[in-house]
């Protein structure tokens, strides 16, 4: 298993935009696809984005279609969840993943993946 730190959360505005960074440990970070969740407030865990192991395929929840960007530096065993536009139904601890093999389509079932890291919280005031 890889090891996952999550930071950058925080709080901002509606509108404003926060960039989230989870650091893996290991050499085998290329090997793992990686996946953004979050969980609200009384509310179920749920997919955000996720991004294939050489960083050429990425998949969106609908509601941050557009406005969220994951990426991967896989050099730096690092991968990013750029959020803009940001809304107070954003608010929630969001947490990176990590799914160790080949997925053709990057995976958004939570039971994909083995790793998670402890979270970070985002916090958006209206």
């Known amino acids: 298993q890889v090891q996952l730190v999550e930071s950058g959360g925080g709080l901002v505005q509606a509108g404003g935009s926060l960039r989230l960074s989870c650091a893996g440990s290991g050499r085998t970070f290329s090997s793992y696809a990686m996946g953004w969740f979050r969980q609200a407030p009384g509310k179920e865990r749920e997919f955000v984005a996720a991004i294939s192991r050489s960083g050429g395929r990425t998949a969106y929840a609908d509601s941050v279609k557009g406005r969220f960007t994951i990426s991967r530096n896989n050099a730096k065993n690092t991968v990013f969840l750029q959020m803009n536009s940001l809304k107070p139904e954003d608010t929630a601890i969001y947490y990176c993943?990590?799914?160790?093999?080949?997925?053709?389509?990057?995976?958004?079932?939570?039971?994909?993946?083995?790793?998670w890291g402890q979270g970070t919280q985002v916090t958006v005031s209206s």
């Open positions: 993943a990590a799914a160790q093999g080949y997925y053709r389509i990057p995976p958004s079932s939570q039971t994909t993946y083995d790793s």
